[in-house]
T-cell receptor, first 113, second 112 residues
């Protein structure tokens, strides 16, 4: 069974530029999560989808971050414009449904200079 | 109060010893509990899940859940240097909503 796929693996951009990350969850998984992990900290939930509906986006900086999950399968997370403090690893995870075991992709390491 | 709390460590144990990692959570209504291992530069890897009070064993790992005291722990028996990593506790559900919340992690170092 294929795992969670994320791309790109690494991205370096200048502040005020825009960037997008893509995630394809494990087949059949209804719940998809995007986390931000800053070095030395635990993953911070940005947004959680159940199929193509948003369950929680309370910690998503909506003035600059957006996410969508069209058709309830893959998802994109966008940052526009990026700030220096957005430098982090962006992790996508999926689970069969909410409350069950979640599995992570390899993550995207973003550096904003 | 943080939703999920862990001691950041480092917790240092000698090879072959039992490592004990602890986690407390604030929401009494939380329903599902998970332990992840994260090696430096890698993404979190699920190692244990536990949903009801008591112990759950899987190989060298034992997860313990006590909902009355709102803590969950992970025991690693016969610790190996390859167990050196950060261990993340994650909690699902509760009054704050159906979401998966992580602690800051405990760094474990196993000395050869």
């Amino acid at each position: 069974e294929a795992g969670v796929a994320q791309s790109p693996r690494y991205k370096i951009i200048e502040k005020r530029q825009s960037v997008a990350f893509w995630c394809n969850p494990i087949s059949g998984h209804a719940t998809l999560y995007w986390y931000q992990q800053i070095l030395g900290q635990g993953p911070k939930l940005l947004i959680q989808f159940q199929n193509n509906g948003v369950v929680d986006d309370s910690q998503l900086p909506k003035d600059r971050f957006s996410a969508e999950r069209l058709k309830g399968v893959d998802s994109t997370l966008k940052i526009q414009p990026a700030k220096l403090e957005d430098s982090a690893v962006y992790l996508c995870a999926s689970s069969f449904y909410g409350g069950t075991e979640a599995f992570f992709g390899q993550g995207t390491r973003l550096t904003v200079v | 109060q943080k939703e999920v709390e862990q001691n950041s460590g480092p917790l240092s144990v000698p090879e072959g010893a039992i490592a004990s990692l602890n986690c407390t959570y604030s929401d009494r209504g939380s329903q599902s509990f998970f332990w992840y291992r994260q090696y430096s530069g890698k993404s979190p890897e699920l190692i244990m899940s536990i949903y009801s009070n008591g112990d759950k064993e899987d190989g060298r790992f034992t997860a313990q859940l006590n909902k009355a005291s709102q803590y969950v722990s992970l025991l690693i028996r016969d610790s190996q240097p390859s167990d050196s990593a950060t261990y993340l506790c994650a909690v699902w559900g509760g009054s704050s909503g159906d979401k998966l919340t992580f602690g800051t992690g405990t760094r474990l170092a196993v000395r050869p």
